[in-house]
């Protein structure tokens, strides 16, 4: 097969470290009849070992070219390639066995990540596990503790939904071209849906995104006009203190109260 010219604007950077490669694949450990789904399969680093695994593997792939080579490579009956945007994509519309979850496996695009994470986070309660290779500022955000200047709207809204864990480290060489960055892997688990409290998400994301909307800034500033002087003193939260203080179980607090709130209004 003709050599493939990575695109930037794809994210492309291959991973070429077979023992990074083996060690991702150990920790998938998929079984033979598990629905796995690698987003962003590239030149099939991860999709070989994978695909030899599993009885049958789903991939999607944006780039037309490298989607094409997919299909040359595996036989249709082994490798089904959804050609697309991961960003777009409907991982509810994946076949499944009855009772089964899916597992989600990717080297993701730098550039998309983020957006990619919310994304999916939306298909928690179909998922497994997923294990992902990221930029790993993106990983230390992820597992950032309460009072870090790493902690953030990600690592709230991701902890909330996930159990996350980093489960290793790759540096630039690991792939071809090498990135300007390290790189890491971590697991999500989805928390069983009894853990998660907020009685309604939308407005947990609200109050989220409004109090790191700035980050330095007092919560009396930032919740103004959402959260009530009385409510702080309800809740017993310092509205002196700043979105990187307080824990994921305080926002679900807020949140609640929020909820209950608009509850009584509209009652
Ligand atoms: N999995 C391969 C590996 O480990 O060598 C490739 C990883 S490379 C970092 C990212 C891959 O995601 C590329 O194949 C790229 O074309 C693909 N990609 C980029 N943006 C995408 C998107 N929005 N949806 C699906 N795939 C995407």
Same mark, same amino acid.
């Given at each position: 097969m003709s050599e493939h010219r990575a695109r930037k604007r794809f994210g492309q950077n291959f991973l070429v470290d077979r023992g990074i490669i083996g060690d991702i694949v150990n920790a998938v450990a998929?079984?033979?009849d598990d629905c796995v789904v690698e987003i962003g399969?590239?030149? %099939?680093? #991860?999709t070989e070992p994978l695909a030899e695994r599993v009885n049958h593997l789903h991939v999607v792939e944006i780039d037309r070219d490298l989607a094409a080579r997919l299909r040359r490579r595996f036989p249709a009956e082994r490798l089904t390639v959804h050609e697309g945007d991961a960003l777009e994509f =409907?991982?509810?519309a994946l076949p499944r066995p009855p009772g089964s979850r899916l597992k989600v496996v990717g080297n993701l695009p730098y550039n998309i990540s983020t957006p990619l994470l919310f994304h999916l986070a939306g298909f928690a309660e179909l998922v497994y596990d997923m294990h992902f290779m990221l930029q790993r500022e993106v990983v230390e955000r992820m597992v950032a503790e309460p009072g870090?200047? =790493?902690?953030?709207r990600l690592t709230v809204m991701l902890g909330y939904r996930f159990v996350i864990d980093w489960l290793l480290d790759a540096p630039p /060489? *690991?792939? =071809? &071209? &090498? &990135?300007?960055v390290h790189s890491a892997v971590v697991r999500l688990i989805p928390r069983p849906?009894?853990? #998660? #409290?907020? %009685? =309604?998400e939308a407005v947990f994301a609200q109050v989220v995104a409004a109090a790191f *909307?700035?980050? @330095?800034?007092m919560l009396r500033n930032t919740l103004k006009g959402i959260v009530a002087d009385a409510g702080f003193a309800e809740l017993g939260?310092?509205?002196? @203190?700043?979105? /990187?203080? #307080?824990a994921i179980a305080d926002y679900v607090r807020l949140a609640n109260w929020l909820s209950a709130q608009q509850g009584a209004r509209q009652g």
């Open positions: 998929p079984r033979r399969p590239g030149l %099939a680093a #991860l =409907d991982f509810a870090s200047n =790493d902690y953030g /060489e *690991a792939f =071809d &071209p &090498p &990135p300007k849906a009894a853990d #998660l #409290l907020a %009685a =309604d *909307a700035q980050r @330095r800034k939260i310092d509205p002196t @203190r700043r979105a /990187e203080e #307080l």
